[in-house]
T-cell receptor, first 109, second 118 residues
Framework: DAKTTQPNSMESNEEEPVHLPCNHS???????IHWYRQLPSQGPEYVIHGLTSNVNNRMASLAIAEDRKSSTLILHRATLRDAAVYYC??????????FGQGTRLTINP | GAVVSQHPSRVICKSGTSVKIECRSL??????MFWYRQFPKQSLMLMAT?????????EQGVEKDKFLINHASLTLSTLTVTSAHPEDSSFYIC??????????????FGSGTRLTVV
């Protein structure tokens, strides 16, 4: 049970921002929120993670709702190489990662 | 950053034979590694958690006698698919975390092994 809910698919245009939502309404206070993405025939790649505050790195930004029941992964300027399946995962401590179905992101040229 | 190397990337074997897949952490010590299986168009399914120096913990429904996991060192875990059958054909992926760092820095995945049993 991945315990997160994501849209099955989303579509965006190249060079435009993309907002990928994730619902984790049953999250506990010590659960981290991780995001990974998987390109075809490759292993998943770490994107970003956070606990309470919004986070930024070279790949993306993570906006976490104040009540922590949802979060949004933001790709500021999508490229064709960002087309992938994006997984939002909640994880407590150093536990195992359990993947849900993720969001398949399509980027149009 | 942390790197996990997985070999082979692709293997074809005959039905009834065994296949070994290696997962190595190249620049950190991985006390815990994870093995996943992924069928086409589906998400990753966790098979087992591999702990250095102890027995692996298998997820419900995964046959431990068929999928043998060995984590004999802090940098190497192996998955052996024994007596492989065509239905074992899948994409196998390993993952590792650096002690407690996985919580802070994320988990690192191998590039996967495409197993085809003929």
């Amino acid at each position: 049970d991945a315990k997160t809910t994501q849209p099955n698919s989303m579509e965006s245009n190249e060079e435009e921002p993309v907002h990928l939502p994730c619902n984790h309404s049953t999250i506990s206070g010590t659960d981290y929120i991780h995001w990974y993405r998987q390109l075809p025939s490759q292993g998943p790649e770490y994107v970003i993670h956070g606990l309470t505050s919004n986070v930024n790195n070279r790949m993306a930004s993570l906006a976490i709702a104040e009540d922590r029941k949802s979060s949004t992964l933001i790709l500021h300027r999508a490229t064709l190489r960002d087309a992938a399946v994006y997984y939002c995962i909640r994880i407590q401590g150093a536990q195992k990662l359990v993947f849900g179905q993720g969001t398949r992101l399509t980027i149009n040229p | 950053g942390a790197v996990v190397s997985q070999h082979p990337s692709r293997v074809i074997c005959k039905s009834g034979t065994s296949v070994k897949i290696e997962c190595r952490s190249l620049d950190f010590q991985a006390t815990t590694m994870f093995w996943y299986r992924q069928f086409p168009k589906q998400s990753l399914m966790l098979m087992a958690t591999s702990n250095e120096g102890s027995k692996a913990t298998y997820e419900q429904g995964v046959e431990k006698d068929k999928f043998l996991i060995n984590h004999a060192s802090l940098t190497l875990s192996t998955l052996t698919v024994t007596s492989a059958h065509p239905e074992d054909s899948s994409f196998y992926i390993c993952s590792a975390r650096d002690g407690e760092q996985g919580v802070v820095y994320g988990y690192t995945f191998g590039s996967g092994t495409r197993l085809t049993v003929v």
